[in-house]
């Protein structure tokens, strides 16, 4: 027995339980269940799967059961998301003084929202095949695509981030930042949902990589370990940073930025076919076939493909 425990610990779950009820800019007292967080692996995880049945699920998949595996994996993440997304824009209304809406609004709009992200699922897989295609043009060290998909890094990282995307793009709260922030944790890479980034796209090793919410990115761009697409976060007259302004950089199509190039600001613009060296810091706008090789020194030059 240890003495403390018995005398202490109603004394300070009493206290804790009054900081909770001060409900201090994270309201908890509607219940918004943490556990939910658990769901959404499993759903992320489902949609990767159906992605790749037999490959990214968990159990073997014989090829004439891929039908029937996406059809029931599909039903039940629609069924689970469609609950989880209500409790989101429910939780969000009440923490938007005035605007609560009833569970019955919520759950119906969660709804058409779920429809149209089950919807743009194939699309998606799609893209994804383009940026697989892309690594493995682009890595003499990939034997295989399957090489790729089984064990690169930007696969999931890039997957989560487009599914991530498709959420937010519909205005979903929450669930997308949890999504793209697992894959964070998993991979290393650093891929806000908000960011827009076309077909082709390939992180080659990955680790430490961070592309920001307001960043647009072309076509078949390559990008390798620590690059930072990053904010120069402008702030207004309080000093407080201003949210929902564009503050991360443009990338144009076919990019290849090497490893721990630091590119910032909302004006940077990387013109289409450049090259970005090792270490580079850009703070500026840098004109289409341009390599830049170090800090804001760049050079024209003719790209061969
Ligand atoms: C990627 C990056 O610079 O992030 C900084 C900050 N989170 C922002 O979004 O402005």
Known sequence: MIPWINSDVPQISKAVLHEIGRGQHIDVSDGLNMAGRKDIYDIHDGLLSIFFPGVWSR????????????????????????????????????????????????????????????????????????????????????????????????????????????LYELKIPIVPRILSERAHSNTGIDIHPGAQIGDGFFIDHGTGVVIGETCRIGKNVKIYQGVTLGATSPFDESGTPRRGVKRHPDVGDNVIIYANAVILGGDTVIGENSIIGGNAWVTEPVPPNSVVFERNKTEMRQRRY
Not at 119 to 148: F, H, K, M, N
């Open 59 to 166: 159990e073997c998949i014989e090829k004439g059961d891929v039908d029937f595996y996406i059809t029931c994996s599909l039903r039940r993440i629609s069924h689970k998301l469609v609950h989880i997304v209500r409790d989101m824009l429910l939780h969000h209304s009440r923490c938007n003084e005035g605007q609560e809406e009833e569970a019955d609004r919520c759950y119906e709009r969660a709804s058409q929202l779920c429809r149209q992200f089950i919807a743009a699922l194939p699309q998606i897989r799609r893209v994804l095949v383009s940026d697989i295609e892309t690594a493995y043009s682009g890595d003499p060290a990939a034997v295989s695509r399957d090489e790729i998909l089984l064990s690169y890094p930007f696969v999931e990282a890039v997957a989560t981030y487009r599914l991530a995307h498709e």
